[in-house]
DNA sequence: TGCCTTTAGTAAATCGTGTTACAACTCGAT
DNA sequence: ATCGAGTTGTAACACGATTTACTAAAGGCA
């Protein structure tokens, strides 16, 4: 019980205090705690009462030296434009619960489509030493890493980037055979905005389909978000409905020959409701309405919103998985692209095409 | 030209490579970097070479090193229940403001409601040498740290502790003075979740306002929303709207005598009136609704929302600045409460009171 | 006994920065 | 010539854990 000359300071014992306590070495203690292998010929005598000592004494070591050691922080980045409602926090959800489990914690940056931002912030995040980095809905084309890189719902084919997308092909040919089969021939489009990187994806999907259902796409039917209305600097945000409320009304003002409407996501198409709605027109009475997502507002907006359920939940734990592994054996092989399944969810906001010839 | 010894590894140049290269010693090189007050000796000169010179090999101190000796990470923890899309994010993007123009990252942290897990990461952020903690939604009342701590939307009278609340009284004075002019006597109310610390807090509120205005409160139009349910345990979500539509579908089977309905929370509101129109009710026309949060949907869910709108944006800036601050001066006296105030917003969701006796 | 292997550990270097204590050198004044 | 006071820096340690290289003793075997 005497008071040595490194008594325990109330908040923390390190290894020395440890090791002294023990009346072992540094070395020694340090090799029993961490299982490693050189540590075979300590007998389980010695073995036991090092652990015993490290947990009554809660022992905890230093993060940073073990991290200045080792170089890796157990941590990983995650870049996304913004902490929006409906993508973020779903995808979220997935990717937190797979770190959790492998002890991972996580930092956050928001780029809001700023490109200086997009490249400074892996640069200080690689300052700290993230371990790995996870990008939403945010291309890799010009983040320059020298970590394992997983992009969620981004296509670009770059070195070093695993890239986790839907199959939009599949995703549009639901949606659209959906309408087809309702007796809608005259389907307008709110295509998503250019920052994006699924906006062209789904658009060029969308084509494709339509070729091979015998659907014709008139230009004047098609309308596209507004990048600044997605961004936060404009004072805008990118869960507000209004994303969708103020093209749907400038397509109404010099267009309404069509009966269907496929939008870029739930919250536009929450937002393109209140904008028929306002017009006169009636949903699904008049227009049909598809969504995409499949935020959880989606089944409680009035009419309820048949869409194309994204896996998001699904995707980031997938990424996260994915991350972690690549992290783990740095030098193996690892995927380039990973699909997932889409999933039509009928509601109230599709019926059958009026005939208006 | 000629390649020493430490030739730049193309990743990485050290205080030690720059040292030799300006034919300098470390310390020098240091002081200098660091505009340390023993560097006053230095001359002009030397000190733009270093700067330079740093500048030109692109030199970045390693952050773990730096980290370990002066013990402080130039990060903060955030914990909270859950990424529920109506209040953590619109908190957060107040948050991220702030912090990330101090050069502050942050770690993300979610207990969902589970004790171990609210005392468990608070010591592994610790560990990471965080500098201070946000709650979110959080009691600080079993959470010990030796960083300084501040809590938005949670009311616990702690030492170290610096809550940010809303003024419920005027918030809820609003809201019933204003059903109440509008005609309203028998108000139903759905109260929060008992995990929520803001739960009890406004009902209490609920109950001051109700005596000051002369309005009695029906036990048996009272109802909350179950723990369970907010949950994402139990495979539920926080932004499900189905929060609201189970309770108000419950209170509706046992009585109908009320005509307006106060809600925690908008999207629990957009279940309920959800629920009153499944049940034949029209909105406002036979019940009025009242929501909390203003979240962005609710200008556009049908009818459009009438809720009382807490500053989530200003409250999440507010508690960063305080957090920083109070980081900065460790010693300083610092604020045990900050209060922010509600605005009403009329919408669509109210209306009179219908006169049924 | 002499040689080798296994057991049970330890001393010291390393990671990269920040900081304290001190050394050499110049210059002017006494 | 010598004392003191700046000027311009440097050597060495601290931070705390990991890891390499090494030692000292015990046991096995010819």
Known sequence: MAKGKNSTPPGHVNLRMLADHLELSQTTVSLVLNNSPSAKSIPEETRKRVVEAAQRLNYRPNYFARSLRQSRSMSVGVLAPDLSEGYFTRVMSGVVQELTAAHYFFFTACHDWNRELIEKYPRMLVERAVDGFLLLNTSADHIDVPVPVVAISAHSQVENVTNIVLDHHAAVEQALRHLFDLGHRRIAFMRGPQAIPDSDFRWDAI??????????????????????????????????????????????????????????????????????????????????????????????????????????????KKGAQVLLERIANREEAYPAEITMAPELVVRESTGPAVGKS
């Open 207 to 316: 084509q494709d389909v339509s070729i091979e259902i015998g659907l014709r796409i008139d230009p004047a039917c098609v309308i596209r978000i507004d990048d600044a209305s997605w961004s936060m600097k404009t004072g805008y945000h990118p869960m507000a409905p209004e994303i969708g409320y103020k093209p749907m009304q400038a397509l109404l003002e010099r267009n309404r020959d069509f009966t269907a409407v496929f939008c870029f996501n739930d919250i536009a198409a929450i937002g393109a409701i209140r904008a028929l709605k306002d017009a006169g027109l009636s949903v699904p009475g008049d227009v049909s309405v598809v969504g995409f997502d499949d935020i959880l507002s989606a089944a409680y907006a009035t009419p309820s919103l048949t869409t194309v359920r994204q896996p998001l939940l699904e995707m980031g």
